[in-house]
């Protein structure tokens, strides 16, 4: 769904994204390119109430300048949510926000602004479901392809390291070679017989949290309850455990992305790796 600001408003503004969010819309997509206003300006009071919202639900809000040539200019600090966020909030307008921003828990977002004046020119609300946080919030992730190669396993964990450092996500594709996702309880026979893919499910024992997701592309996602994230045995754990080239997996949240085939006749394919991001956590 894409929106200018005046049409958004003339539909209600604020209620019109909650009821877009409650149909579970893959992306709502808001204009602001024909406005000069920054993120702390009174008209955006509405779209910034739910970039603070999804920040508070564990969802990420990328502020990203426009990749866009600019000489001779002072570019801005990127702006803050903190900085122009709501304070002193009684406990009434906590309890209301809690229920009213209730969907904001399955949405990341992003927002762009202008490098030689700061102004905001797009905002976008992105279902978590509607694709991997690579493709639909950071333009700024560490990627690596999978390629099944001596090395790729300490390839990733300097990347893990770098990312802790920055503060930025790092993505494994599967471009090049197909990896099935599993079905079973991994152990040590059948991690072994899954051959080329085999290296990823190790990284995946360790992280502190694990999602795994279908990738979708509609307009609006169906509702669907949460999936299993891959169960690993205690002896497959305990040895990618003691690797010291693991460890920086340990701080990381990891979101695993599938594709899955039906057939015309409602026969289900098998999972296949779309993407895997190890996301950075901080430390209690």
Not at 16 to 27: F, S, T, V
Not at 82 to 100: E, T
Request: charged share 30%.
């Amino acid at each position: 769904m894409r929106y200018t600001l005046d049409e958004l408003n003339s539909k209600g503004g604020k209620s019109e994204i909650r009821k877009l969010l409650e149909e579970n819309a893959g992306k709502v997509l808001v204009d602001l390119s024909g406005k000069s206003l920054k993120l702390s300006d009174e008209d955006l009071d509405d779209l910034r109430d739910y970039l603070l919202e999804i920040s508070k639900r564990d969802g990420r809000v990328a502020i990203e300048k426009l990749h866009i040539a600019i000489r001779g200019l002072e570019i801005p600090e990127p702006p803050i949510l903190k900085d122009v966020g709501l304070v002193g909030w009684g406990v009434f307008k906590r309890i209301y926000r809690g229920i009213y921003f209730k969907r904001t828990g399955d949405y990341n977002a992003k927002v762009l602004y202008h490098p030689g004046n700061g102004n905001i020119n797009l905002i976008l609300f992105v279902h978590k479901r509607y694709g991997d946080i690579c493709e639909t919030v950071f333009s700024s992730c560490n990627e690596i392809e999978y390629l099944d190669e001596d090395t790729f396993d300490l390839q990733l964990s300097t990347a893990l390291k770098e990312s802790k450092e920055k503060g930025t996500p790092v993505r494994v594709n599967f471009k090049q070679v197909e990896a099935s996702l599993p079905d079973t309880k991994l152990e040590w026979d059948n991690l072994k017989s899954m051959g080329r893919s085999a290296r990823m499910y190790k990284w995946l024992a360790l992280p502190k949290e694990k999602e795994t997701k279908p990738l979708a592309r509609s307009r609006f996602l169906p509702f669907q309850a949460a999936l299993t994230v891959i169960d690993y045995s205690i002896s497959v754990f305990d040895w990618v455990n003691k690797i010291i080239m693991y460890k920086p997996a340990r701080d990381t949240k990891a979101e695993v992305l599938y594709t899955q085939k039906i057939s015309e006749d409602g026969t289900v394919g098998a999972r296949t790796l779309h993407s895997v991001v190890f996301l950075p956590v901080k430390e209690e």
